[in-house]
């Protein structure tokens, strides 16, 4: 069983800057696939990045070159990067892992463990 806790989230404007940190517990963390999320108000939990024991990342399109995520597995940690904030990235921030071997990505379903979110709101 892996434990995920986020940090980091807060008030910005927009154009702003955030890095969120999600430290683990328990599990073969360095083997695991992470992956962010987030969720608006009313709608649904929607891939953010997503990066792989070798470190590879993943990232849908409309967040490409805005946001970066990165692990750190000396001290079980997850980061996301967010620069150039806008009032449309307001969301709670969800940290989750996956387990699967051959597989890593964005897909939320795939995902077995997840933290308890972090709020962020961007103000214009």
């Known amino acids: 069983q892996v434990q995920l806790v986020e940090s980091g989230g807060g008030s910005v404007q927009a154009g702003g800057s955030l890095r969120l940190s999600c430290v683990a517990s328990?599990?073969?963390?360095?083997?695991?696939?992470l992956g962010w999320f987030r969720q608006a108000p009313g709608k649904e939990r929607e891939g953010v990045a997503s990066?792989?024991?070798?470190?590879?990342?993943n990232y849908v399109d409309s967040l490409k070159g805005r946001f970066t995520i990165s692990r750190d597995n000396t001290k079980s940690t997850l980061y996301l990067q967010m620069n150039e904030l806008k009032p449309e990235d307001t969301a709670t921030y969800y940290c989750?892992?996956?387990?699967?071997?051959?597989?890593?990505?964005?897909?939320?379903?795939?995902?077995?463990?997840w933290g308890q979110g972090t709020q962020v709101t961007v103000s214009s």
């Open positions: 990066i792989d024991r070798h470190e590879t990342a």
């Open positions: 989750a892992a996956s387990s699967r071997i051959f597989w890593c990505g964005t897909v939320r379903d795939r995902y077995d463990f």
């Open positions: 328990g599990g073969l963390y360095s083997s695991y696939c």
